[in-house]
């Protein structure tokens, strides 16, 4: 999204809005164009709107449904490397082997002929740094590493990036992370490696809920798992669930689909009505 706003704003003269629904980790803080991030949308402002990453209406978080009978946007455009609803109207750009979305923003930003700026090149490089597990996923291509290639080339700010995602953690992160890790289950049966956060969890802790991320693909690294889950209790009663695989005969996107979820083969995620009940070092959900 960064990425974009950067090319369209700068490159194209355009005026461009950005909205995400939900907190946005600090530890993206570093990122180009970051504080002009707002988590308000009113669409009646521009005349188009594009969807990035999110493959649906529904999945921006804006909205509670992808079958909308609405006269706005004039034209919708949506740019993913999911599959996206059939429900979901206007011009789509998908490519299901792309690494990511940014891969996708800098294939165009080539057709466009358009110099990408140092600054474009580091939200870009995040973006297919994060989606790849740092470039560890079989999601990553020779197109990628291409790709990633290309923005170093025009500057992207690599340190920044590995301080910023990868090495920075807090004591309050890490006191999070060895909470979650010890009361973590191995089912032999499914393979499944799963844990939970409570809310209480990271008031004890003194963690807010952006020292989750990166948390799941840890547990994901346990020796025989082939999927792992990890359910987090949210502050308005739902339970969020974030499931991680890298192996190829497991498609967690139909296990979150059938949770009401919904994402990707190798990452997907659900929301459902609940809280977790614990006991020592045992678990429930209720």
Same mark, same amino acid.
């Given at each position: 999204m ?12 355009m005026?461009?809005g950005l909205?995400?629904? @939900?907190?946005?980790?600090q530890?993206? #803080?570093? *990122?180009?164009?970051?504080? $002009?991030? /707002?988590?308000g949308?009113?669409?009646?402002k ?6 990035l990453d999110?493959?649906?209406? +529904? ?6 449904s992808?079958? &909308?009978?609405i006269?706005?946007?004039e034209?919708?455009?949506? +740019?993913d490397?999911? #599959?996206?609803q ?6 789509h *750009?998908?490519d299901?082997?792309a ?5 996708l923003?800098?294939? &165009? ?8 700026t140092?600054?474009v090149?580091t !939200?870009l &490089?995040?973006?297919?740094?994060f989606?790849t597990?740092s470039f ?19 500057g992207? @700010?690599?340190?920044?990036?590995v /301080?910023?995602?990868y &090495?920075?953690? /807090? +004591? #309050? $992160?890490l006191k ?8 973590l289950k191995y089912?032999y049966? $499914? ?5 939970v ?7 004890? !802790?003194?963690a807010?809920?952006?020292?989750i991320?990166?948390?799941?693909? *840890?547990?994901?690294t346990v020796?025989g798992?082939?999927f792992?889950l990890?359910l987090?209790e949210?502050r308005? @009663? ?8 890298e192996d190829n /005969? ?5 296990l #979150? ?5 919904g994402?990707?083969?190798k990452a ?6 609940g809280?977790?009940?614990?006991? @020592? ?6």
């Open positions: 960064l990425g974009l706003y950067g090319i369209l704003s700068h490159q194209f003269g005026g461009v909205s995400a629904s @939900g907190d946005i980790p530890a993206y #803080a570093y *990122l180009p164009y970051f504080f $002009r991030l /707002s988590d949308f009113d669409p009646l521009f005349d188009t709107v594009v969807i999110c493959s649906g209406w +529904i999945r921006t978080g804006f909205f509670d992808d079958e &909308l009978n006269d706005w946007p034209r919708l455009v949506v +740019i490397h999911h #599959a996206v059939s429900l979901t109207p206007g011009l *750009l998908v299901s082997t690494s990511s979305t940014s891969e923003i800098w294939r &165009l930003a080539k057709e466009w002929k358009v110099p990408v140092k600054e090149a !939200c &490089l995040t973006g297919i740094s989606d597990g560890q996923h079989d999601n990553t291509s020779s197109a990628t590493f291409q790709a990633a290639a290309g923005l170093m080339e025009v992207a @700010g690599l340190n920044k990036i /301080s910023g995602i &090495l920075g953690k /807090s +004591i #309050a $992160r999070l992370w060895g909470k979650v890790l010890q009361r089912d049966n $499914r393979k499944l490696s799963v844990s956060v409570t809310q209480q969890d990271l008031k004890n !802790c003194g807010s809920s952006d020292d991320e990166g948390l799941v693909n *840890l547990m994901n020796p798992t082939k792992t990890l987090t949210e308005d @009663g739902q339970l969020k669930g974030s499931f991680r695989t /005969s497991v498609d967690v996107a139909k #979150a689909k059938y949770l009401g979820g994402g990707h083969k997907a995620g659900f929301s459902l009505q809280e977790i009940d614990i006991d @020592g070092d045992n678990w429930k959900v209720i």
